[in-house]
């Protein structure tokens, strides 16, 4: 299967994973799928706590959509999408917007205290539409804002959730000199999370 035409390349590729509860209800989360180049490997980090690894427990399956749309990426991280950005292949969940997806099987390969290790296999994927894009900044922080974003929720550590706050307003400079549209409306969502 195509993976790397599908664009997910060596190192850590950062998507919007959608799952389903056994239920059948959808979610989304931006998630790190890394890539073992030589051994043509897929693998992915789940943190205990996260819907998202109660969902693959239940379905041990998950869909990766690749898309470089701040504002999803942004709307996923900080709570959910709403069902009118899903639709059902093979009963799971994938997005509308997406530019590319791929469905994976996984399977548990190491547990700890933190996080649970999967190794991906794929089964089923579709590409939508290839982009040509130059490197955008504003994209760049916004995604590394979102990483943080995620952290401000959870953490209790006073000291932590300043620093945070400062390495936001160095991230609100280059989103405001280098971001567009889209970048800009997902760092104002950010915003409001990580301002107490
Ligand atoms: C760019 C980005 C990459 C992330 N990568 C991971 C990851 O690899 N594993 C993980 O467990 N959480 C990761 N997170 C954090 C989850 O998205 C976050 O905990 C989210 O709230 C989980 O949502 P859920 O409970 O709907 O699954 C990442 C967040 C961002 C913004």
Same mark, same amino acid.
């Given at each position: ?17 959608? /799952? ?35 969902? %693959?427990?239940? /379905? ?5 959509? %690749?898309?470089?749309?701040? %504002?999803?990426? %942004?709307? #996923? ?5 709403? @069902? ?5 292949? #093979? ?13 994976? @099987? ?42 943080? #974003? ?18 936001? @307003? ?27």
């Amino acid at each position: 299967m195509h993976i790397k035409e599908a664009g997910i390349g060596e190192g850590i590729s950062e998507v919007i994973v959608t /799952t389903r509860s056994a239920s059948g209800e959808p979610n989304a989360a931006p998630i790190g799928i890394i890539t073992n180049e030589d051994e043509n490997k897929y693998f992915v980090k789940l943190y205990k706590n996260s819907k998202t690894l109660s969902n %693959v427990m239940e /379905t041990n399956k998950l869909a990766v959509n %690749v898309t470089d749309d701040a %504002v999803l990426f %942004v709307k #996923a991280a900080v709570g959910n999408l709403n @069902e009118a950005h899903f639709s059902l292949f #093979a009963g799971l969940p994938v997005l509308n917007e997406a530019n590319s997806w791929i469905i994976f @099987e996984s399977a548990l390969i190491k547990k700890n205290s933190e996080s649970f290790l999967f190794q991906l296999t794929p089964i089923a994927l579709k590409i939508n539409r290839k982009e040509v894009k130059a490197i955008n900044r504003g994209l760049n922080a916004v995604i590394e804002a979102a990483i943080l #974003a995620t952290r401000y929720v959870i953490t209790v550590d006073k000291r932590e959730k300043e620093e945070i706050e400062r390495m936001m @307003e160095h991230y609100t400079n280059i989103v405001k000199k280098c971001g567009g549209r889209r970048e800009k409306e997902a760092f104002g969502i950010l915003h409001e999370k990580t301002s107490s």
